[in-house]
């Protein structure tokens, strides 16, 4: 377990605030004076001093089905699709992926306006509350960037999916076939 405790002013006092990291969990308490008195995590809690900062824990978002298409060429892009399953009562969302054979990473939506459709770049993918969330060529994917090596057909590979209240998912990531 880690502890972070920083201070910062206020107009009219000084505000401590702690952090406590704990495998899945991430909680965080605020307190206000001059004196932070340092209690065992669990009467925190009990006290209702610190909360966790999501509900459900890590476990209750599962991300599956991960794979991406072959790609002969270094440097080129590749669509990562998966499987995202929210098991939660309350939405989450995915933030970042980061993987090792790719530079970058974008989010995108495919925008269905006027016209032909169009890729468009977002902040962030919303998955819904107790819903299964399928991320795909023709609708939300994750596009990596800049790839730094060939992918072949039966390759796999590691993401680290990071949700804002799931915290981050380590997933296995299967090279298919050319298209």
Same mark, same amino acid.
């Given at each position: 377990?880690?502890? %972070?405790?920083?201070?910062?002013? #206020? ?10 990291? +704990? ?19 669990? %009467? ?10 999501? #509900?459900?824990?890590? @476990?209750?978002? &599962? %991300? ?8 002969? /060429?270094? *440097? ?10 929210? @098991? ?8 970042? !992926? ?8 974008? &989010?995108?939506?495919?925008?269905? *306006? ?12 919303? +998955? ?17 960037? /800049?790839?730094? /090596?060939?992918?072949?057909? *039966? ?5 680290? +999916? !990071?949700?804002? &209240? ?8 299967? %090279?298919?076939?050319?298209?």
């Amino acid at each position: 377990m880690t502890v %972070v405790i920083r201070a910062f002013a #206020s107009r009219s006092r000084s505000v401590f605030a702690a952090s406590t990291l +704990i495998p899945n969990q991430r909680c965080t308490a605020t307190f206000a004076g001059a004196a932070v008195v340092l209690l065992p995590l669990g %009467v925190l809690l009990h006290l209702g001093a610190i909360t966790p900062a999501h #509900s459900g824990g890590g @476990e209750a978002v &599962k %991300v599956s089905d991960a794979w991406v298409h072959a790609a002969e /060429q270094v *440097g080129g892009n590749v669509v990562l699709s998966m499987t995202i399953k929210n @098991e939660a009562d309350v939405a989450d969302t995915l933030l970042r !992926v980061r993987c090792p054979v790719a530079n970058f990473s974008a &989010k995108h939506t495919i925008d269905r *306006g006027e016209g032909s459709p169009a890729m468009r770049e977002i902040p962030s993918i919303p +998955i819904a509350a107790s819903s299964m969330t399928v991320l795909k060529p023709d609708a939300y994917h994750v596009m990596l960037l /800049q790839t730094r /090596q060939a992918l072949a057909a *039966g390759e796999v590979f590691n993401c680290s +999916i !990071v949700f804002q &209240k799931a915290g981050t998912i380590e997933t296995e990531v299967k %090279v298919h076939g050319l298209p």
